[in-house]
């Protein structure tokens, strides 16, 4: 499944399926970006981060895709699992920001058995 | 062990009263930060303190003033509380920006109601 997270949108995605979250980021000036994981009544939870020299970068199930070009950011999971379920945010900063993160939308995440 | 610990979970308060939350954290970080949390998800920073020093205060009514005591420590107090307040308040901190900007640590937040 895939989906741009603009207005929290859903994605159902069944178990066992891979998930595609896209983000749309705004400042070209931004070198440093974080997926967030955010489950019902928690607090956001790292996942992955990518800097600006990178265009790629795994981690357990997760990878992240940047294309700085089009100023784009995607979460890909690999077997999505029900665990998985959750509103997923994508965050930019800049090293001269002082580590203010900007926040996406968020898109929910359901996944289905 | 609780790494950004944040209190009250749960506040339920009448407009124009004053509250407080406060937050700790224990990962030796030295920056913090307080993000609002509305009812569409949208999280969106308050305000930031590094070393106690506030170096982000975004637009946000005075009503809101936070403090940190030390840099564990970034309490927020908001004064004559309003309807629009209600949202869910979260901490956050970080290990400094040298070497480039880091990830932040959440609390779990703290539901704010304003009735």
């Known amino acids: 499944g895939e989906s741009v997270g603009l207005h929290l949108p859903t994605l159902s995605v069944q178990e066992g399926d891979n998930s595609i979250i896209n983000c749309a980021y705004s400042n070209s000036a931004s070198d440093y970006f974080i997926w967030y994981k955010q489950e019902s009544g928690k607090g956001p939870q790292f996942i992955i981060d990518?800097?600006?020299?990178?265009d790629k970068r795994q981690g357990q199930r997760v990878t992240v895709l940047l294309n700085k070009t089009v100023k784009h950011l995607s979460l890909q999971i690999a077997a999505t699992q029900p665990g998985d379920s959750a509103v997923y945010f994508c965050?930019?900063?800049?090293?001269?920001?002082?580590?203010?993160?900007?926040f996406g939308a968020g898109t929910q995440v359901v996944v289905t058995p | 062990d609780t790494a950004v610990s944040q209190t009250p979970k749960y506040l339920v308060t009448q407009m124009g009263n004053d509250k407080s939350i406060k937050c700790e954290q224990n990962?030796?970080?030295?920056?913090m930060y307080w993000y609002k949390q509305d009812s569409k998800k949208f999280l969106k920073i308050m305000f930031s303190?590094?070393?106690?020093?506030?170096?982000i205060n975004e637009t946000v009514p005075n009503r809101f003033s936070p403090k940190s005591p030390d840099k564990a420590h970034l309490n927020l107090h908001i004064n004559s509380l309003e309807l629009g307040d209600s949202a869910v308040y979260f901490c956050?901190?970080?290990?400094?920006?040298?070497?480039?900007?880091?990830?932040?640590?959440f609390g779990e937040g703290s539901r704010l109601t304003v009735l």
């Open positions: 303190y590094n070393n106690k020093e506030l170096i």
């Open positions: 965050a930019e900063t800049s090293t001269d920001s002082w580590g203010k993160l900007q």
């Open positions: 956050a901190s970080s290990q400094g920006a040298s070497g480039g900007p880091r990830e932040l640590f």
């Open positions: 990962l030796g970080h030295d920056t």
């Open positions: 990518i800097r600006s020299n990178m």
